[in-house]
């Protein structure tokens, strides 16, 4: 029986399937592929979290957050100051602000 997954899988897996008896197919991506399968895998990550709310589904959405930034090279030290950046500029979530309406008064849409 063949059983179709057609995505991106942490690399031990392979050796995985095989150590378990398996055959498989796979192959390597191509720059380009590797990012779109990746944007991929953050969807699947975070949807399998809001599924289960388990914190383990985090460290696979920050294990897929790390492989986007080194695809997109940028270290750790220059993301970190974008997301200081932009705490400075909005804040962060620990006030628990709930934003229910904005009404727009004098034509201004901000």
Known sequence: MKKVYNKLVRDEIIKIIERDGHTCK???LSSCEYLEC??????EEVN???LSNEVVELADIMEVIEAILEAKKIDKIEFEKIKT???NKNGGFSKKI???YVEITNGNTK
């Open 26 to 28: 796979s192959r390597i």
């Open 38 to 43: 990746l944007n991929k895998k953050l969807e």
């Open 48 to 50: 399998e979290y809001l």
């Open 85 to 87: 950046t932009k705490f």
């Open 98 to 100: 709930y934003l229910e």
